[in-house]
C-alpha cells in the first residue's frame, strides 16, 4: 500500500472556500489516478475553530481499503492532501493539482511512504513551528473487527488524544476482486483518524493526521489494544507560519497575478 502526503502552499484563497468547487475535486481525483471509490466524497465546513486561521474545509472519500483526504486552509493560502491506496502515478496527481487547484511547488512539500515496509520511525517535529503531527502505523489482528468495535475505537480515541471530533466515525465494509475490507474514519478539527482493515491479510493499517500537537507517544498504547503494532512512523507536516509563506508567495511572480487567479476560477464557472 502507498500513502502521499502532500502539503501545498501558495494556493488560492478563493478556490480553497469553495466546498463546491472541493467537491469537484474530491470526486475527480479517484478517476484521475484510476482509483475505485467505494462511496460518495463527504464534505464538513469548518468554520467555527479558535484559531480562526485553521478554518477551511474537509473532504474524503473512501477507496478500496484507502482514502482520500483534502483539507483546506483558505486563510492560509494552503492545503493538505492525504492518499492512502494501491498504487498511483504521484506525477499525475502532482499535474492535475497544479491545473485544478494551483500551488506553488518550491515551498510544499511531498512524502511517499511504502506501508508494507515495517519501520519504527520519528522524524523531527516542532511543535511550535509544524502544524502537526502524522502518525502512521500498521497492527496485526488475528480476531474479526467489526463495525461497532472500529466505530467505538475511533470515537474513543479522539477524547483520549485530546482532540475535537467534527463528525461521529463513518465505517463502510467494501469487498474488490475477493478482497474484504473494512475502512473507518473521523473529521477531527481540519484532521482525520483512519482505520482500514484487510480481512484477509488480518492487518489493520492506521493513520492520524492532526493540525495541532498532541502526546504521539502514547498512539501505541492506545493501538495495543486492538492489536500488535508492527509499524509505526511519525512524520511533521506543514508550517503553522502564515507570514512567512505568503511572503514567499508574494515574490512569486504567477502566485502574484490576478489575472492567473481569475482565469482559474473563471474556467470552472
Not at 149 to 169: Q, S
Amino acid at each position: 500500500m502507498k500513502h502521499v502526503m502532500l502539503d501545498c502552499y501558495g494556493s488560492t484563497q478563493t478556490l480553497l472556500d469553495d466546498i463546491r468547487y472541493i467537491n469537484k475535486i474530491v470526486n475527480e481525483i479517484p478517476y484521475v489516478l484510476k482509483l475505485t471509490p467505494v462511496a460518495p466524497p463527504s464534505l464538513v465546513p469548518y468554520y467555527y475553530g479558535k484559531v480562526k486561521e485553521d478554518d477551511g474545509i474537509s473532504s474524503f472519500v473512501f477507496l478500496e481499503g484507502g482514502h482520500i483526504t483534502i483539507h483546506t486552509f483558505p486563510f492560509r493560502q494552503c492545503y493538505f492532501v492525504d492518499i492512502f491506496s494501491e498504487d498511483f502515478d504521484t506525477e499525475v496527481l502532482k499535474n492535475y493539482l497544479l491545473e485544478k487547484l494551483p500551488y506553488n511547488e518550491s515551498i510544499s512539500t511531498l512524502e511517499i511512504r511504502d506501508r508494507d515496509i515495517n519501520v519504527f520511525n520519528m522524524l523531527p517535529y516542532d511543535p511550535k513551528e509544524d502544524f502537526g503531527p502524522h502518525v502512521m502505523a500498521e497492527l496485526s489482528y488475528e480476531n474479526r473487527i467489526t463495525m461497532e468495535n472500529m466505530f467505538d475505537f475511533l470515537e474513543k480515541l479522539v477524547y483520549e488524544i485530546g482532540m475535537t471530533p467534527i463528525t461521529r466515525p463513518f465505517v463502510i465494509k467494501s469487498t474488490v476482486n475477493n478482497t474484504h475490507y473494512l475502512s473507518g474514519i473521523i473529521l477531527i478539527a481540519q484532521s482525520h483518524i483512519a482505520l482500514h482493515y484487510d480481512y484477509d491479510d488480518k492487518l489493520i493499517y492506521f493513520d492520524i493526521f492532526s493540525c495541532s500537537s498532541f502526546d504521539f507517544s502514547m498512539v501505541t498504547n492506545v493501538l495495543s489494544t486492538l492489536g500488535k503494532v508492527t509499524s509505526y512512523e511519525v512524520v511533521a507536516r506543514g508550517t503553522k507560519h502564515y507570514s512567512k509563506i505568503k511572503r514567499e508567495k508574494d515574490d512569486t511572480e504567477f502566485l502574484a497575478s490576478e489575472r492567473w487567479q481569475k482565469n482559474i476560477y473563471d474556467d470552472y464557472l
